[in-house]
């Protein structure tokens, strides 16, 4: 199983990306539920959960709060038939991402070869626990709506989650890291 390391939001940055996850969600009727707004920095395939646990809270000890800036939209085509927040890719972020990653890589860990090819995002809507399939029309729409809205934010991210992938809040988190305040 799939196991994904995620960064989350502090309450202030979540209600404004939520915000425009609802607009698209309601319009198209894509959730019963919506999705947690996260960013996923590293996906990790059957870990040893003890010690992936030891391993990324000596990475993450030493980090603080930080931000992010939220650039825009990208959208990936079919079958994701996705829309996403940007997130640009420099700074404290992608230093974490790259030590989390060859920290893994080190200890034998089965996780992303090339983080480059990665586009770092927040998934607003998908075809991921949809109730429904949006039709390729209805999603371009929403991509294009989406991006000529030209969302930006500076967000803050407050904590690093360990989840199992399932869209249930109480079962999917198995592990919560803190970060240090400013």
């Given amino acids: 199983m799939k196991y994904y390391l995620v960064a989350l939001f502090d309450k202030d940055s979540y209600?404004?990306?939520?915000?425009?996850?609802?607009?698209?969600?309601?319009?198209?009727?894509?959730y019963k539920k919506l999705p947690v707004l996260h960013i996923t920095l590293e996906v990790i395939d059957d870990p040893d959960i003890e010690k992936l646990d030891k391993i990324v809270t000596e990475i993450i000890n030493p980090y603080k709060k930080f931000r992010v800036k939220l650039n825009g939209v990208i959208c990936f085509d079919p079958p994701y038939k996705s829309v996403n927040l940007k997130v640009e890719n420099k700074g404290y972020i992608t230093r974490l991402i790259r030590?989390?990653?060859?920290k893994l890589k080190f200890y034998h860990f089965k996780v992303r070869e090339n983080i480059d090819d990665w586009d770092l995002h927040v998934s607003l809507a998908n075809t991921n626990y949809a109730i429904r399939n949006w039709s390729t029309d209805e999603y371009m729409m929403a991509c294009e709506n989406t991006k000529n809205?030209?969302?930006?934010?500076?967000?803050?991210i407050d904590r690093i989650e360990l989840w199992k992938p399932v869209n249930n809040?109480?079962?999917?988190?198995?592990?919560s890291f803190s970060l240090k305040q400013y």
Avoid: G, H, W
């Avoid at 209600?15 to 894509?30: A, D, G, M, N």
């Fill in 149 to 156: 809205s030209d969302p930006q934010k500076v967000a803050r």
């Fill in 169 to 175: 809040k109480k079962t999917m988190t198995i592990k």
């Fill in 99 to 102: 030590q989390i990653n060859e």
């Fill in 15 to 30: 209600l404004f990306i939520e915000k425009i996850q609802k607009r698209i969600c309601k319009k198209y009727k894509l």
